[in-house]
């Protein structure tokens, strides 16, 4: 491990590293010797596709046509109904109420009573649709907030990655504008070894999120930078060597600092130009701990048990409840009840956490696809030269 929190950026060639506990992925063993290409690699959406077919992150965004609902209700995947017939808690309730239906009626031969009865007609204790009319309301009143507060969650956090999005496009549109080729010898190696941090930046930044740290996610992240030599394998062996729980976002930023305040010591860029980059790179570094932070405290636990509790407890009073009303009709009317309630449970859990496999979570690293490819032809654009 090493024995700073930061490596230096350009350590001696003797320097030895010792690479942190489970940060080691064995991919450039199998690679060649990696010095930067002179221009950014392409890539694209393909190489999603061993992740998909694993099932470790989410599809692209279903998109749907809201003027033609009927034709939406064939639709199955990314639906409530799919989650809810996932739910255990689904079956046992909808079990409870027609066990209870067929004691009721086919073995205890107890009439059907109507709504407005007291229950004096059958032996059962009696309890009316009023007596649960209040809890009733409560449920409702959690779900409905629940679902409000979920959906703010997951707003954030799409906006909080569109926002890291945005400044790295920036970041390149002003590396493009302020080192173009010829500007200095070394102009264009230089632009491109910033977009080269910077999407390694987007890349691990997002890939060590508690959702996709475990799962195999920051292995094929790791495994891309090195296959499309965003780093170098000194820089790779540099990150890898970092103390345990180091961020590599963190240390990637401070590379980019370190090149930015070097360049302007030098004469390549002014001290504007420079914050301004710096300004964008902080930006891009708050909005990946505003994701972080999101995912490291979901909803308070106690809000979650306590509705969850009520909702629980009110569904199995309508599965006793409905037995009297409806003879087995009662069943659709306890399926309806227990789709629309537990679908809305399920969707605000789906919607307050929008990273991981589910099919409403954010397909994240579809979109990292996309700003790689554009910034990979942008950068390497030359620009236009000076008496244009």
Known sequence: MA?????PLLPDKDSHIVEADG????YHSSLPHREYNNDLPAVDKECLEELRKAGIIAKPTIMYDE???VAALTAFGGTALKTVLLRPDFYLIMLVHIVLSYLYYDVWHNPVIPAASTGQEQPWPFISAATIAIPGSMIVFFLVFHTSQAYT???TQYLAYRGIEGKISRIASELRTNLPDGSFPEARVERLKIARWLLSFLYLGLANLPQYKDNGVL????????QLELLTEKEENKLKALPKGQSHAKELMSWISQKLYRLEK??????????GLLSQLYDAGSGLSLLKNHVVMPVPFAFFHLQNF???????LLAYTYTMFARYWSILAMFLTCLSLLGLRELAC???DPFGNDDTDLPIFDYVIEIHAFISTFVSMPGLEKDE
Do not use: E, M
């Open 23 to 26: 940060l080691h992925h064995n």
């Open 310 to 316: 009520i909702l629980i407890i009110y569904l199995l």
């Open 219 to 226: 292995d094929w992240a790791w495994k891309q930078v090195l």
């Open 67 to 69: 003027s033609s609902p």
């Open 153 to 155: 969650r997951f707003f």
């Open 350 to 352: 789906a919607l307050s």
């Open 3 to 7: 024995n700073s929190a930061s490596t």
């Open 266 to 275: 030098d004469g390549r860029i002014d001290a504007f130009c420079q914050n």
